[in-house]
């Protein structure tokens, strides 16, 4: 049984078909691999870094902004033999998450942050990559209505700027699950954060449990408002309950208390078993799978 499922973040989708175009292409490369016998980590590296390279999702190319205009953008992966890998605050790569497997692989570290994780990219051979675009520029100055870039001087005052910004309803984080043939799960998640965040703000995707967990059982990736999903360390709790249940049934179960909290998110799941599952509390969320060949999406 092998089965792939992606997502590309919760929220407000403003254009349906052009993320969904995204998705089932993400599926389709990933899906590939694991179709030829190949692994679980393969699988969901590939399909992320389709995302990341698409910038209509809020990952590597279509990364967004922080208040000094500059991208930071996090990224991590885990496996279901407990391996882990992480970045957090990266700039100028283009796919952070191979950033965060060369930790995983490469070091005994789960996690690296801001210049060092730069310096580990440029040292494990990563080409210099600028992902800001023009779009993301406007967009942020559309939401803070300033024209001029801010300063790490001004901190206060970016603080400030952050307190009284008005928050958006979309969490475009993206993410894979897989199972491959040998019963391997990897899961993989990416992002650039939230727009108008402070500098050096680190969410869910580069936190293991949080934003990305796997066991022998289950793997779930997670998207949406960083720091509630880490208050509740939402993948290692779905991932938990799989011991119990199927992970849709673990998805819900988990879904239903965090609405009781205020945590505004999504997720997506998959078990040994080679059933996949998701659950969102947010307006949408963009997500697919292929399993037995089969895809389907949101």
Known sequence: ??????????????????????????????????????????????????LEDNPYFNAGTGSVLNLLFEIEMDASIMVSSGDFGACGAIKNVKNPILVARKIMEETDHLLLVGEGANIFAKAMGFPEYNPKTEKEVEKLKKLIEKGENLYFPNFKKLIEIYKNLKKEESYSTVGACALDHNGMIAVATSTGGIRGKLPGRIGDSAIIGAGTYATPLAGVSATGHGESITKNFVAKEICELVKNYDIQTAINIIMEELKKKNCFCGVIGIDVKGNVGHGYNTKDMAWGFIKDGKLVTF
């Open 1 to 50: 049984m092998i089965a792939l499922i992606v997502h590309g973040g919760a929220g407000k989708i403003e254009e349906k078909e052009e993320a969904k175009k995204g998705i089932e292409k993400a599926l389709i490369k990933g899906y590939e691999i694991l179709a030829k016998g190949g692994k679980a980590v393969d699988a969901v590296c590939t399909a992320v870094c389709e």
